[in-house]
């Protein structure tokens, strides 16, 4: 048992000291995660912070002209054009030049000093749906506004039902905060992933392969002398996404960080785990380039990160069943924003658990056939 | 040379995979979202909206009376929003004050913000609705019209099916590239083929055009999927979504060559490549996240890739039509790559070893 | 040749230097101050061990590299700014030549001759003379990638020849080919030059092909050591080269080991149970010894001495002698068989192996020798046999069998990032060697094998001859009693090869059971025992002098081992022709 631990211990630190000796690859190792983090960050984000609209203000009265003032005011609304006839709106969506145009009807005014319903129209460029949605959406929280107002300064009644809401976790809908947090396990997948899946490819075409499984090494301390280092790297870099999550964006952190760091090793010994039963049928490096990333690409784009889980057809949510990275988003995201214990984690764990049992005892299998 | 089967299986079977892997996957349609509807009166009024939650295509309530109960619904995401109504509902509707507590989950901020207008959007018809009947209460004043040029059924496929044929083809042409190329030069036959008559330019021409052709066997797969099975409209003309597109391959194939020319170790070309085309053209190309809402800073880097522009023309495309206004400064910045690629590439692929 | 000899291709003072990294370290100085001169009608061979700049040279010439300083003119062009004129006439066989494999003989031929803009008239005149030359007129069909070693490279030759150049180049185009295969493409060659006046240069490590060139380049580490005529070179030794019997119950190996150590003989090598001495100009002859005709090889070793420094001492001391064994096997193999789907890699193999002594494996590549030591090693399991090592059923109890044995791969898997002590500690650990016990076996491992001075340069900064010194240690630290060596000599110089038989020789002295495999005859010297192998299976097997007597030779011409192969494998194939032609 004390001489396997060892022979362990011999492995990790030589992998240690193949992999992080060059500076260039501590370098490429750990720098890329948090370049990503900071420029997706970025990126990702649903938010619209910036959307161009025009208007076809066809009354041109104080009314017409106070509303379009609120929309300028709001510091997201970008007013590009005014526009004179309905049959510009058309041409001016269609080269994309804004995002939304508000049109106010001929009776604005008149409508409203009546009493009766006046009518704006908002048209959207349908070819995003989802930016759509959401600059209607903040559209519409604008009018709302104005309709307040108006009540209140003209003295009619408010509607009787309003609307209290709120959201939980994350008080200003902000998409970053969810993204971000999502980003540490998927940041962390790839370099860990790409890492374990060549190492052994890699031992493979410079011959050293060979004489590891001369010596009294057996399979599965080469293979706990892959993984570790690959875990220890893995902890590493998420840490990395984190700090620049914490200090950069100053995203607050609701949960305890051991419980996050428990789930991550979880996530990570699964990743790991993949990339171990990877390298186990390369025998080029080039080879296990090309299964990580044709494994890396459906793990990140269905893992629920950018898209709903629940928005895709059942066979696939089954799919995402074995995806290890959902649970690993899912983990950051409950524990980084709401501050969920581990025993509320178990969902997502044994999962987790799980798939890094099959994977590493079906790496050590193939190892020990190390034949063709 | 195109004897090599895992080139073809990369070139046209594999987008077929990828485009119905993630054509179905990927949505962003917020429909049949579940919501705990706490019900703390169960008068008519309150009935009466729940029938609206339940008859809406966009929402699966689940009816509970306690906040308790509702609350634990949504601690464990089994509802994606809580809408509660409280006990005094339909006494304080007759004096015009009544307050219908909404509470989504912040995880999801894309989708709670949708989930949030929905709910107005319920609430809002029902207030109308009681005005139709009689009831005195009024909306307004100003009352809004929405319409969705373009995409009237508001479907997410419409706009991700074009971007996923983006990446699609970024993987294509970048990745398969460089994997060959590459190879090349580690298995040799590059210095055999050196010295011959043929031409640096032709070695390069020689070895691109079997991935171009199977680049536009995998582009058509994909056009073919989308209208299908995903029923994404094709406004403009097949020709030039095959020119739009045989333009971006050019410059993605391009893009691989040159990767793989400076970088001959395979291991590191296949990593740059990937790193330098796909994660840009899936984060920032336009595709799933809006340019205008970045920062300025990350938009300028977007205006150096070329799957924005493609993005671009593609949406447009598809959706609108053949807007040349938008088609012909995209094409015009993308053929521009392509000269600066041939050039560059052409001075450093001369036939030299080192 | 009635016009007098012009220069095809003219280098002086050539430079050329590899910047691997920014530091000054990682530069490697490949040529320093060449100059050659190739002329018109002539077969001249650049000889050098791996790492000399044959390639870098042949490269310079093909205008595939641009040198640093220095003029070259290749056939009156300047290869670094014409290079498009200069690819246009010539032809150039690179070491890895680039057949496609999943084409036929007949498709590669056609896709060279594409590339070289051969008409279809001059193919039609051509392509029977190609297939005549390389005899693969019968293989046409055939998938390049199931063709064998030398068949690939007859056919890699026939493709760099479907037009006639001015000049052709080739770099170490025998490499590892069988010698019989050897033996046609220098006829080929030969018979090119002779017939029709073309131009070679030919990169080779093998010094028996140097001599029949017309004239010589030795290189060694970048700079030219002589270019002369064959016999120029042979000259250098003339009157110094003598024969020794060994005396009775010493072998020829223990008196070579014992000799090169003299300061005044510059070599000695055993051959056909005798030992050849070369010495100093100024040292007397040993008694006993007769006098004999140099060879190119001993007038080689003679400019080696004089350029390149002696190397220390190179026994190696065991710490504790392997105890006294009863004589039992050090190796059993029975009917050994290994399949890789329908191609069978190595066929019903049978040997046995005696403690304390040097076993040597003889085969040209592809013959199953590497396939045959990896199930030995039990890095492959076999699909039938029975595999013993020191006793130890290797298919049962491989992990005891394995104990008793170290391994040096032919690439010498070092971690290339790790320092030689690191290296050194990492593979004590993997045997479990810890605490004192390991300190003393990783001293042990530096003193005696000079590198102690190395120990904080990391493995990939190593010369070639460390690399292996290194590589063989960490194979020793464990104190095995038998060593596995594939291909130790491979591509490496002659000095280099002496030291590291002397080292061997002083291993198997002390008990150690060592077995070689290596593709180049003569070391079969060396070995007690040996086998030869050929397309699977073994063909004969004894002592050198009983393989050598298998050879047929011209009257009067003293049998080598490479005649001996050659006749084996020549009876092997008359007996089953089909089987000789798979790959």
Not at chain 1, 303 to 313: D, I, Y
Not at chain 1, 349 to 369: E, H, K, Q, Y
Not at chain 3, 233 to 262: K, M, N
Not at chain 3, 314 to 330: D, M, V
């Amino acid at each position: 048992m004390l001489g396997s631990l060892l022979r362990i211990v011999a492995l990790t630190r030589k992998e240690l000291l193949a992999v992080l000796k060059d500076r260039r690859a501590r370098m490429s190792l750990l720098l890329p995660p948090m370049i990503q983090t900071l420029i997706f960050g970025y990126a990702a984000t649903y938010d619209l912070n910036h959307v161009p609209y025009a208007v076809l203000d066809q009354d041109d009265s104080g009314a017409s002209r106070a509303l379009i003032a609120r929309f300028d005011g709001t510091g997201i609304f970008d007013r590009v054009a005014d526009l004179h006839r309905e049959a510009d709106i058309g041409a001016f969506i269609d080269a994309r030049r804004a995002i939304l145009v508000l049109q106010v009807e001929r009776n604005f005014e008149r409508q409203l000093d009546y009493g009766a319903a006046a009518n704006v129209q908002l048209i959207a460029d349908g070819r995003n749906s989802n930016t759509a949605g959401t600059a209607m959406g903040y559209a519409n929280a604008v009018i709302e506004a104005f309709n307040a107002d108006w009540r209140a300064t003209h003295d009619l009644p408010n509607p009787p039902v309003s609307i209290d809401e709120r959201a939980w976790y994350n008080p200003n809908l902000e998409t970053r905060w969810d993204m971000i947090p999502g980003m540490i396990g998927t940041l962390t997948l790839i370099q860990t992933l790409l890492l374990t899946a060549m190492s052994v490819a890699r031992e493979r075409e410079q011959g050293t392969f060979d004489q590891l499984l001369v010596t009294p090494f057996r399979p599965a301390e080469i293979m706990a002398g892959k993984a570790l280092p690959a875990m220890l790297i893995g902890l590493t870099q998420a840490t990395g996404v984190l700090l620049v999550a914490q200090l950069w964006f100053h995203i607050p952190f609701a949960g305890s960080f051991v419980t996050l760091y428990a789930g991550m090793t979880c996530f990570v010994l699964a990743s790991v785990g993949i990339g171990l039963m990877v390298s186990a049928v390369s025998y080029t490096m080039q080879q296990a380039m090309l299964f990580s990333f044709l494994m890396i690409m459906p793990f990140a784009m269905l893992s629920g990160l950018t898209t709903p889980l629940r928005n895709m057809p059942l066979a696939l949510q089954y799919f995402t069943l074995v995806n290890p990275l959902r649970y690993a988003v899912d983990i950051a995201q409950r524990v980084y924003l709401e501050g969920t214990s581990f025993a509320q984690l178990f969902p997502d764990i044994w999962p987790l658990a799980l798939i890094a049992g099959v994977t590493l005892s079906g790496a050590a299998w193939m190892f020990r056939n190390r034949l063709q | 040379m195109v004897r090599d089967p895992s080139s073809i299986a990369m070139g046209v079977v594999l987008p077929v995979i990828l485009i119905l892997l993630f054509g179905f996957g990927l949505s962003l349609d917020v429909k049949h979202v579940p919501v705990a509807l706490d019900l703390e009166e169960t008068s008519a009024d309150a009935l009466d909206i729940a029938a609206g939650f339940q008859l809406s295509p966009y929402f699966e309530p689940t009816i509970v009376h306690s906040m308790a109960a509702a609350e634990r619904l949504l601690v464990t995401r089994t509802v994606d929003g809580i809408v509660r109504i409280p006990s005094d509902f339909t006494r304080r509707v007759s004096a015009g004050d009544a307050t219908i507590e909404v509470i989504v989950h912040g995880s999801d901020a894309n989708r709670a913000r949708i989930i949030e207008a929905y709910v107005e959007g319920a609430i809002g018809a029902w207030t109308s609705r009681q005005a139709a009947e009689g009831r005195a209460v009024i909306a307004g004043p100003v009352v809004v019209q929405s319409r969705l040029w373009f995409n009237s059924a508001n479907d997410s496929h419409y706009f991700l099916v074009p971007g996923l044929i983006v990446l699609v083809m970024t993987l294509t042409g970048a990745f398969l590239t460089a994997m060959v190329v590459a190879r090349e030069w580690e298995r040799g036959t590059f210095e055999a083929l050196f010295v011959t008559p043929v031409r640096s330019e032709e070695i390069l021409l020689g070895k691109t055009i079997p991935y171009f052709g199977l680049g536009m066997v995998g582009l058509t797969l994909c056009v073919l999927a989308a209208q299908f099975l995903f029923d994404v409209p094709l406004l403009g003309s097949l020709w030039v979504l095959l020119g739009a597109s045989m333009l971006y391959l050019l410059v993605g194939l391009g893009i691989g060559l040159l990767i793989s020319s400076a970088v001959k170790n395979q291991l590191v070309a296949s990593q740059l490549t990937m790193l330098a085309t796909f994660m840009p053209a899936f984060m920032l190309s336009g595709f799933l996240f809006d340019l205008r809402s970045m920062p300025a800073a990350i938009r300028l880097i977007t205006y150096l890739l070329p799957a924005r522009y493609y993005v671009a023309m593609l949406q447009t495309i598809f959706l609108a039509g053949n807007l040349w206004g938008v088609l012909v400064p995209n094409a015009a910045v993308l053929l521009a790559m392509l000269a600066i690629l041939g050039l560059w590439g052409r001075s450093i692929t001369h036939k030299r070893l080192a | 040749m009635s016009a007098p000899p012009t220069a095809k291709v003219l280098g002086r003072g050539i430079e050329k230097t590899f910047r691997l990294g920014k530091e000054e370290k990682d530069a490697v100085h490949a040529l320093a101050g060449v100059s050659i001169e190739v002329r018109a009608g002539e077969l001249t061979a650049l000889v050098g061990p791996d790492g000399a700049g044959k390639t870098t040279l042949m490269r310079l010439i093909a205008g595939l590299l641009r040198a640093d300083a220095g003029s070259l003119r290749v056939l009156s062009f300047d290869p670094a700014v014409d290079s498009q004129a200069v690819q246009e006439r010539i032809s150039y066989m690179p070491q890895k030549f680039g057949l496609y494999e999943d084409l036929s003989v007949q498709e590669n031929l056609d896709l060279y001759a594409d590339l070289h803009g051969v008409s279809a008239e001059e193919r039609r005149v051509r392509y029977p003379e190609l297939m005549q030359m390389t005899d693969l007129g019968a293989f046409r069909g055939r998938l390049a990638g199931k063709l064998s070693g030398g068949m690939k490279q007859k056919l890699g030759l026939a493709c760099t020849l479907v037009r006639s150049p001015e000049l052709l180049l080739l770099d170490e185009p025998t490499v590892g080919v069988d010698p019989l295969s050897r033996r046609e493409l220098w006829q080929i060659v030969l018979h090119l030059v002779e017939q029709q006046g073309l131009t070679v240069l030919v990169s080779t490590s093998y010094l028996d092909e140097a001599e029949r060139s017309s004239r010589t380049i030795v290189l060694h580490r970048g700079r030219v050591l002589l270019q002369a005529t064959p016999a120029q070179v042979i000259e250098r030794a003339a009157g110094r080269t003598f024969v020794l019997d060994p005396p009775t119950g010493q072998s020829a190996r223990s008196l070579q080991a014992r000799l090169i150590e003299d300061p005044g003989v510059i070599d000695a090598v055993p051959d056909g149970g005798r030992v050849r001495v070369v010495t100093d100009s100024t040292a007397q002859p040993p008694p006993e010894a007769a006098a004999v005709a140099p060879r190119y090889e001993d007038g080689f070793m003679v400019l080696l001495r004089q350029s390149v420094e002696r190397e220390t001492a190179a026994a190696i001391r065991l710490e504790r002698p392997l105890a006294a064994q009863a004589h039992g096997a050090a190796v059993e193999v029975e009917d050994l068989v290994r399949r890789f789907g329908a191609f069978t890699a190595v066929d019903r193999v049978r040997f046995e192996v005696r403690r304390g002594e040097i076993f040597g494996l003889l085969g040209p590549n592809g013959a199953g020798k590497t396939t045959t030591f990896r199930m030995l090693c039990g890095l492959l399991a076999p699909t039938s046999g029975v595999l013993r090592i020191a006793g130890v059923d290797v298919r049962e109890a491989g992990a005891a069998a394995r104990q008793h044995l170290g391994y040096v791969a032919q690439k010498f898997s070092l971690y290339g990032p790790l320092t030689v002590t690191e290296n050194l500690e990492f593979f004590a650990s993997a045997y479990g060697l810890k605490g004192r016990r390991r300190r003393a076996r990783i001293e042990w491992a530096m003193a005696q094998f000079g590198l102690t001075d190395h120990a904080h340069l990391d493995a990939n900064e190593l010369a070639g001859g460390f690399k292996q010194r290194l590589a063989m240690s960490a194979a020793l630290l464990h104190e095995p009693e038998i060593l596995f060596l594939d291909e130790p000599t491979s591509g490496a110089d002659p000095l280099a090869r002496r030291a590291f038989w002397a080292r061997i020789t002083t291993l198997s002295e002390q008990g150690v059971t060592v077995i070689v495999t290596t593709h180049f005859m003569p070391e079969a010297e060396y070995c007690d025992h040996v086998a030869i192998m050929d397309a699977g299976r073994i063909l004969a097997r004894g002592t050198p002098g009983e393989i050598r007597a298998l050879a047929r030779v011209a009257a009067g011409a003293v049998p080598t081992m490479e005649d001996a192969f050659i006749t084996v494998v020549e009876d092997a194939r008359a007996r089953e022709p089909a089987r000789a032609s798979a790959a």
